[in-house]
Every structure is written in structure tokens, then in C-alpha cells.
């Protein structure tokens, strides 16, 4: 029976259905698993979520491979040991297994492929301490090891750390270029299970990170079908989950999305990676904020902290939707100072210009947006360059510039539009009403805010719903100004002249100047800079 067993859980193996193979390693009789059968069955059982059985699998064939002399073998176990162990928060054990590992690596050539394996693990190590340039040098030993020796699953490993590495040091194209190589021997097959699982979300994670949002669909794309053609798979379907939901998100599904975070959630405590749990719990937080569910949106953020995960961005603009701009902007100015790359910068810039613009501080968020501009040119990621053009534009409004918003708005609508994230699009059109607006075009204004509404209505954007609301409303001017009035304070704020305001509404000079005077005295200011705050304070623009 036990041999029939056998054939069976290395039969299932082979076709990658973990569940067999593991239910045939189980089954079969005490002491007739041989070291690979151990090594296979701790695979199957980390596929599968059962971290307890992988570990128990690795430490008895760690141990019979050093008893026989495999020292190869052995250090292999170690290293798997080393990097399960602390996937799963288990720092000691984790510390521990990599120290033996260091330990056993003495008694090898000098050129045996475990050599590059080691170089991974010093490169976590490396990471962990914050020394980027000598984990950056560990992962270009491992690739050349790799390449050296022919082994497929350290040269993608090693290669997928490469570009992330690449990536945070500003390189960005060359960074997804050799995720993109990383990704390919992925695809084609020649990367054991566990290997590809952890470069396939390494890299579409990369690509996310920068918004590369046309890689990160192909590659969850080329995940779901990894996913899909093993039976029982479990670990790595969390991340898949999560990849799933954000385009879902991008693309308007916001009910899809949060039944794919929900089921991220449920499959991350399967295999008891509470960590990631937090991502996952952020990812969910996001869409209710934009639903304007605020208090479960806030539950979802606390719930993304309490794991360990970072709340912020998407915590600060909740706060500025309700009020809190001060607690906002405090949080938005330590994110900053805390970003340590470009990568991580990049991440944070199109949400802290909206922070500061929500907290009229327009010299801050005129600053940020030349740096993002910057980012994205260098970045050439399509949904970095959407997200600048976009935040430019809004920092042009607000400047009281709304023919120089015009050109980045335009080129911000275009690119959404190509990248299909209907939410940004809209958004976008509001802003375009606005600047058609305080150049006197009402017509078009309102054929933007329309389409606007129409979407968010669609979407169940009630934030945004009631934004749009109130700048199609009825007029009910502020101050007890007229009409025309308000016409000529839209002017003023947008910066004209007297002289151009006369033109543009076909009166005299002063006809403009004696409605200047009148608003003056109604609004109490004394300055065209303090009327035109007054216009941006009470939306006339």
C-alpha cells in the first residue's frame, strides 16, 4: 500500500496537484519517503497553506541529508528553512536556519551553486538592516552564481531582486526590464512552483508600486492562469486576490473589488500571513473612502495598522474628507520626510498635492507636482504620467491659472481614458468644468460635469456625487453679489486685467473698474489676491 501511495503523491506531483501528492505522502507508511519525497511534500504543504507540515517536511530532510553526507542538499533545506520560517514571522527561527546555513557553506567548494543561494538570504538580511547597496551587490553575486550553474530558480529570484533594486535607486525602465526578464522564465516553466509564486508577485508588486498599470494587468493575468492550473493552491492566491481587486478597482468594479480583497483577507489568515493581511485591509479601505463609507472605511484602515501595515496615504485623504485638512496635512508632511527612495516618493505625491490643495497650500503642492512631474518622465509609467498631468492641472486652478490647467487636464483625461479608470477620468472632468468655467465657457462646463455625474453615479462615488451636485446647483452667489458681479470676480481671480476682463465681457474699463469697487466693498477686502481667495474659499471658480 505504502508504494502505491507513493507512486501516487509523485504522480500528483509531477501535474502540480498539490492536494494529492500531499494526501499520497501521507498516507503512505512511515520511513518509506526518501529525502526528495521530503523535500516534495514540504512544497506541496506550503502550497497548500500548511506552514506547520512544510517546516516539520524540510527539518527531517535537513536532517537526514546531513546525516548521509548530502551537504548540497542540506544547505538547500536550510535556506528553504531559513526563508519559510520568516515569511511566516518567525524572526528566530528564521535567524537560526540562516546561521546554519552560513555554518554548512564553509564545508563546500568555492564555487558550488549554494553560494548564491547564501548571497540571497544575505541580501534579506541586507534589506532587513536597511543596507540597499550591499543587498543590491548580494542579488548581482546570486544572478551570476545562477547563471554560472545553469539554476533557473536562482537566476529568477535573483534577477527579480535585481529590478526592484533598480527600481528604488531611480532606474526604473531598466528595473521592469529585468522584472520582465525574470517574469519570462516564469512564464515559460523553467522556475519550481514556490520560486515563481514569489516572482510573480515580487514583480507585479514592483510594477504597481510605480504605476505601471499595463504590466500589473498582464502579470496578474499570466498569475491567475499560474493560479488556476494547480489544484488546491492556496499560498500566493492571496496576492493574486489583491492584484485582482486593485484593477478591479482602476476599472469601476468597486463591489468586485471588495469581494476580492475579502477573499485576499480570508486566504492570507489561511496560511497565517496576518501581515499581508494588512495590505489587503488598506486595499479595502480605499474603495469604501470612495464610496463615502467613511466610519467602515476607517475601521478598514485601523485594521490595515494594527498588522503592521502603513494607512497612509489613503487614511489622510479620508481625514481631509471629513474636515480633519490640519491632521491630514501633518500626516501627509511626515510621509514625506519619511520616503526614502524615489519609488516610495512617487507613491506619495499625487495624494499629498491633493492634501495641500485641500488645505489651500499652494506653494507646497506646486513644489511636489514638479518634483512628480520629474518622477513620472523618468518613470515612463503610463499611470504615474495620468496621475501628474492630473495633479498639475489642479495645481494650475488653484493657482488662478485656468488656461494653463487646460493643457494638463486634457492630457490627463486622454491618458485615464487609454488606461480605463473611469473614477480618474471623471475626476478629471470636474476639473476641466471648473477651469471652462472661470473662463466663462458655462455650456461646455456643464458637459463635463454632467458626464462627471453620470459616472459617479454609476460608481456609487457619493463624495464625489455631491461635489458635483453642488457645482451644478442653482447659483446662489455668496456676499449678495450679482451675476454679473461674479463674472467679473471669476476673472479676477483667474488673474485678468481690467482692461482684459472689459474686453472679454465686452463692457468699459470703468464699468469693470466701478463692479470691482463694488465687490470690494461687499466681500470687505481690500485687495484683487483677497478677492480672489474669496472666489476659491466659496467654489465660484
Not at 500548511?50 to 548540497?72: I, N
Request: with cysteine; hydrophobic share 50%.
Amino acid at each position: 500500500m505504502g508504494v502505491g501511495e507513493l507512486e501516487r503523491a509523485r504522480a500528483g506531483f509531477e501535474r502540480g496537484d498539490w492536494a494529492a501528492a500531499h494526501a499520497g505522502w501521507v498516507a503512505s507508511a512511515p520511513g518509506t519517503l526518501s529525502v526528495q519525497d521530503l523535500t516534495d511534500l514540504a512544497t506541496a504543504a506550503e502550497l497548500l497553506g500548511r506552514h506547520t507540515e512544510a517546516v516539520a517536511a524540510l527539518q527531517d530532510a535537513f536532517a537526514r541529508s546531513l546525516e548521509g553526507g548530502e551537504l548540497p542538499r542540506a544547505v538547500h533545506c536550510a535556506f528553504r528553512l531559513a526563508m519559510t520560517t520568516a515569511a511566516h514571522s518567525q524572526p528566530a527561527l528564521s535567524a537560526g536556519w540562516a546561521a546554519r546555513v552560513e555554518e554548512l557553506l564553509d564545508t563546500l567548494d568555492a564555487d558550488a551553486v549554494e553560494h548564491g543561494w547564501v548571497a540571497m538570504l544575505r541580501m534579506f538580511r541586507a534589506l532587513g538592516a536597511g543596507a540597499y547597496d550591499e543587498a543590491g551587490a548580494c542579488a548581482d553575486r546570486a544572478a551570476a552564481v545562477g547563471r554560472g550553474h545553469h539554476d533557473t530558480d536562482l537566476v529568477a529570484m535573483a534577477t527579480c531582486a535585481r529590478g526592484r533594486f533598480a527600481m528604488y535607486a531611480g532606474r526604473v525602465p531598466a528595473g521592469l526590464a529585468l522584472l520582465d526578464e525574470s517574469m519570462v522564465r516564469v512564464v515559460a516553466g523553467e522556475t519550481s512552483p514556490v520560486i515563481a509564486g514569489h516572482v510573480y508577485c515580487t514583480a507585479i508588486e514592483g510594477c504597481q508600486e510605480v504605476g505601471d498599470l499595463a504590466r500589473v494587468a498582464e502579470w496578474t493575468a499570466a498569475l491567475e492562469r499560474w493560479c488556476a492550473r494547480q489544484p488546491g493552491l492556496l499560498a500566493f492566491t492571496g496576492q493574486c486576490a489583491v492584484h485582482r481587486g486593485q484593477l478591479l478597482r482602476l476599472h469601476g468594479d468597486w463591489p468586485g473589488a471588495l469581494a476580492e480583497f475579502a477573499d485576499a483577507e480570508r486566504r492570507y489568515r489561511q496560511v497565517h500571513a496576518l501581515d499581508a493581511v494588512g495590505l489587503a485591509s488598506y486595499e479595502r479601505g480605499e474603495v469604501l473612502r470612495l464610496l463615502g463609507q467613511h466610519a467602515d472605511a476607517e475601521a478598514a484602515f485601523d485594521r490595515a495598522s494594527d498588522h503592521g501595515y502603513e494607512p497612509q496615504p489613503g487614511l489622510a485623504l479620508l481625514w481631509v474628507a471629513r474636515g480633519r485638512t490640519g491632521a491630514a496635512r501633518a500626516a501627509v508632511g511626515r510621509l514625506l520626510t519619511e520616503a526614502a527612495g524615489p519609488v516610495q516618493r512617487a507613491r506619495l505625491l499625487g495624494p499629498a498635492v491633493d492634501v495641500l490643495l485641500a488645505c489651500d497650500d499652494q506653494g507646497a503642492a506646486r513644489d511636489l507636482v514638479d518634483d512628480l512631474d520629474r518622477l513620472a518622465a523618468e518613470f515612463g509609467c503610463a499611470g504615474l504620467l495620468a496621475t501628474a498631468a492630473a495633479a498639475h492641472g489642479a495645481v494650475e486652478l488653484a493657482g488662478g491659472d485656468p488656461a494653463g490647467a487646460l493643457p494638463y487636464l486634457r492630457k490627463a483625461y486622454a491618458a485615464w481614458v487609454a488606461l480605463d479608470g473611469p473614477h480618474e477620468v471623471a475626476r478629471v472632468r470636474v476639473q476641466l468644468a471648473r477651469a471652462l468655467r472661470s473662463m466663462g465657457d458655462h455650456d461646455s462646463a456643464r458637459v463635463e460635469l454632467e458626464a462627471a455625474r453620470r459616472t459617479f453615479a454609476a460608481l456609487g462615488a457619493a463624495p464625489d456625487l455631491a461635489q458635483v451636485g453642488r457645482l451644478m446647483a442653482p447659483e446662489v452667489l455668496p456676499a449678495g453679489l450679482t451675476g454679473r458681479e461674479a463674472q467679473v470676480l471669476r476673472l479676477v481671480a483667474a488673474g485678468r486685467s481690467n482692461a482684459q476682463i472689459a474686453d472679454e465681457l465686452v463692457l468699459s474699463e470703468k464699468t469693470v473698474a466701478r463692479h470691482l469697487s463694488n465687490i470690494f466693498t461687499k466681500l470687505d477686502v481690500h485687495s484683487r489676491t483677497a478677492a480672489a481667495a474669496f472666489a476659491f474659499e466659496h467654489d465660484l471658480m
